[in-house]
């Protein structure tokens, strides 16, 4: 399947990555190679077959609700890049 | 002879035995590594401080008679992708390069539990995605056989440590073949237990549904040990398998009576290099010489797997990975500079009249995002994102992911079936000796297909394990690919123990 730039640019946008312009020329061409290999599976037959998400599949695990201690915030926190004592601190979202 | 040149095994019966210290064998590992790793570079930091006063405490307690761990005193190296609370933790990205988690994995609580020497840790690809250990941010690691060549990845530092001789056991992860791929490549022994065998719990996560820990070491003995002391249910993995974790160091030298070995022909097809494919073969004859029967099984659908893979792994990639965000942990964009970017592109807009170019501009958060994404990650993590934000999204998804999960299971069935007949299946680990550094770097699908023969145990959930099998005419290791049931280990290890002890390839040492 042929993938061009535009695909490209808006895949970018869906991961959240900023792409130069010789980024997107490569990545054009090099995603389009693998791609074109993935593009084999198509001819497997998989009529009727269920998909397997994980290798071990199990279902419903559960734990006892009961209340356990959870990360210190002042520990969380301390992993941010930029952060006050209440929570972490980010570019204005509202009102530009 | 070295100390180094000793297995695990032995080197923990000498600590036992008071022949030597915990104290002089990690002081001879630290010995070692400033003699050769500034040629190997399969450590990212070694913790010399920490390593001795861990090993000064185990001798201490030993002396005194104190109950002491499992592993008590045994150097051990530890891939770079495994969190050690309040110690970095770098997953060999910039993204995380100065990351400190707040919490142990599981594998490195159990390691201090045992009372194993923690050494430092080693080089791997950028958040274990390769298989060559180029793509780390930092630095390139070098095959102790041949400094030309890759070590393999993507936990080739944990691989060339112990290929080297500067640590007798290390960890790595195998997502598509990261641990096994490496042992075969750097001649040491390399194991991929069953999914959920040990549990992922702080394992920085590449794809959920395939990653999995394991042993690597010189001798399938010590691959046991290693494994006995991290295998194991966990509350905090809801994958980890609530299932008793066998003694497999107490069976590991009782040969299997009646193995039954396969030989899937499809391993042995085109592409396959002359001198691995006689290692290989030799092998199986070594085995029929033991009593073992050997006969053909078939694996129709393990051609798919490399596709396959690279389509789930990348969605899960993508997925994963959206996490650094730059405002949760880890690095993030200089802020005033993408604030200002952002207004010197608006201004270029709107002098040009494009109103719809500047509807469309990203927000400060979103170029935020994108900037701190684009400056943390390496290219072929920005490629798996990619290629798995394409495979998941609209339009694509059920002709790419959700066909690939049909796929999986098909090739799930071929083994299920192949295992109604075989206890083992045996084969190449790749299908040539190690490459040489660079060879591939400009062709993402030639180093794709290395996978070959590995990713099918990660899709399949099945334990593999790797070991030396022969040697290349230029003198580079040869690996032999040992597959088993789910959950089956212990005949794995006891049927890989069987050749080695057979057989003197586990006992050669890189020329370094």
Redesign the interface.
């Known amino acids: 399947m042929a ?1 061009t730039r535009q ?2 640019e808006k ?9 130069s312009d010789a ?1 997107l020329a490569t ?1 054009s061409d ?2 389009a ?3 074109g ?2 593009d ?3 001819q ?1 037959d ?1 009529e009727g ?8 599949e ?1 279902l419903n ?1 559960f ?1 006892a609700d009961a209340v356990d201690m959870s ?1 210190p915030r002042e ?2 926190l ?5 952060h006050d004592a209440r929570g ?1 601190l ?4 509202l009102g ?1 | 002879m070295s100390i180094l040149q000793r297995t695990a095994c032995e080197l923990l019966r000498s600590l036992e035995a008071g022949e030597i210290s915990s104290v002089e064998l990690t002081t001879a590992c630290l010995e070692r590594i400033s003699a050769t790793d500034d040629r190997v570079g399969a450590f990212l930091r070694v913790d010399e401080k920490r390593a001795l006063a861990q090993a000064a405490a185990v001798d201490a307690r030993r002396a005194k008679k104190q109950p002491v761990g499992r592993l008590a005193g045994l150097p051990v190296a530890v891939k770079d992708v495994l969190c050690d609370r309040g110690q970095l933790t770098t997953c060999a990205s910039r993204m995380l390069a100065d990351f400190r988690p707040p919490y142990d994995s599981t594998v490195v609580a159990k390691l201090k539990a045992a009372d194993a020497v923690l050494l430092g840790r080693t080089n791997m690809d950028e958040f274990a995605m390769g298989g060559s250990t180029e793509n780390s941010a930092f630095q390139v690691t070098r095959n102790p056989w041949d400094l030309e060549r890759t070590p393999g990845g993507s936990s080739g530092g944990s691989a060339a440590s112990v290929a080297a001789g500067m640590v007798p056991l290390s960890i790595g992860t195998d997502t598509g073949g990261s641990i096994r791929q490496p042992a075969g490549l750097c001649g040491i022994v390399g194991m991929k237990p069953t999914y959920g065998r040990v549990s992922r719990y702080g394992l920085v996560a590449f794809a959920s549904s395939l990653d999995q820990i394991g042993p690597m070491a010189h001798t399938v003995e010590d691959a046991a040990l290693l494994l006995e002391a991290i295998a194991g249910h966990d509350p905090n993995d809801s994958t980890s398998l609530d299932e008793p974790v066998p003694a497999y160091t107490a069976t590991v030298n009782q040969p299997l009576t009646g193995l039954r070995i396969g030989i899937a022909k499809e391993h042995f097809a085109e592409g396959l290099d002359a001198e691995v494919e006689q290692a290989v073969r030799a092998a199986v004859k070594v085995y029929e010489s033991l009593g073992a029967k050997v006969q053909e099984v078939s694996l129709p659908h393990g051609k798919h797997g490399v596709a396959t893979y690279y389509v789930i792994a990348p969605s899960e990639a993508s997925s994963n990975l959206a996490r650094y965000d730059g405002a949760h942990y880890g690095y993030r964009t200089n802020e005033q500079e993408m604030l200002a970017e952002l207004a010197g592109e608006r201004k270029k807009l709107q002098a040009a009249g494009d109103q719809r170019g500047v509807n469309e501009l990203d927000t400060a958060l979103v170029r935020m995002y994108r900037r701190t994404r684009a400056e943390g990650f390496g290219p072929e993590v920005k490629r798996r994102i990619m290629l798995g934000t394409y495979s998941l999204s609209a339009g694509y998804y059920d002709a790419y992911y959700l066909k690939a999960l049909k796929v999986r299971r098909l090739i799930r069935q071929d083994f299920d079936r192949a295992f109604e007949q075989v206890d083992l299946i045996a084969g190449p680990i790749t299908a040539s000796p190690a490459f040489k550094l660079g060879e591939m770097t400009d062709d993402p699908l030639a180093m794709y297909l290395v996978d070959l023969y590995t990713v099918s145990a990660n899709l399949a959930g099945i334990p593999g394990l790797c070991l030396p099998c022969g040697q290349s005419e230029c003198g580079l290791p040869i690996g032999l690919q040992l597959q088993a049931p789910i959950l089956q280990e212990e005949s794995l290890l006891r049927g890989a123990r069987m050749f080695e002890q057979a057989t003197d390839w586990h006992k050669q040492r890189a020329p370094l």
């Open positions: 993938i695909d490209v895949v970018a946008l869906l991961a959240r990555l900023q792409l980024e990545m090099q995603l190679q693998i791609v290999y993935v084999h599976l198509a497997v998989t077959v269920e998909p397997m998400a994980h290798a071990i199990q695990v734990r990360l520990e969380a301390a992993c941010a890049p930029h972490y980010v570019p204005a979202v530009e």
